[in-house]
């Protein structure tokens, strides 16, 4: 009598940043030397995207984020003290972008790539740069002459 075998299972990583969410380990990419992977992130803009041209005439947006870290404590999710900054890169939905302030909340869709480097003294730094392939505005900051006015 053969037993039958369960059907084999993807490998799974974390994401070793701040959403915590599982990812396929397809949904890693090789870009060179690095992995770039495959995710979802929730931010809020620490400066106003920047329309640029590249060497090819392609108009592309940039923007710094930084997300909240979240740790797992007792099966539940719990927000810590620390920050984690994001450089994001968006050649596709620039009229979104555009419409985007600092201190926005959005949750992005594309993928992310940490690069570290050493700084002029000496310490290890991590740069997380993230390419843009969907966006969603969850809360537009009230500007403080919006809440006068109110």
Not at 30 to 52: C, D, E, V
């Amino acid at each position: 009598m053969q037993q039958e075998r369960p059907a084999p299972t993807p490998a799974r990583t974390t994401l070793p940043h701040s959403t915590n969410r599982n990812i396929r380990q397809k949904d890693v990419h090789k870009k060179g030397s690095q992995k770039t992977m495959k995710a979802i992130q929730r931010m809020n803009l620490t400066n106003i995207p920047q329309i640029k041209t590249d060497k090819k005439g392609r108009e592309y947006a940039t923007f710094g984020g930084a997300a909240n870290i979240w740790k797992q404590q007792d099966g539940k999710p719990v927000q810590t003290d620390q920050v984690q900054f994001f450089s994001v890169c968006a050649y596709d939905h620039l009229e979104k972008v555009k419409a985007l302030s600092k201190g926005d909340f959005v949750e992005l869709i594309g993928y992310c790539e940490a690069k570290s480097y050493t700084d002029k003294n000496g310490e290890q730094k991590s740069i997380n740069f993230f390419t843009l392939k969907s966006l969603k505005l969850i809360k537009k900051k009230v500007q403080k002459a919006e809440q006068q006015a109110a």
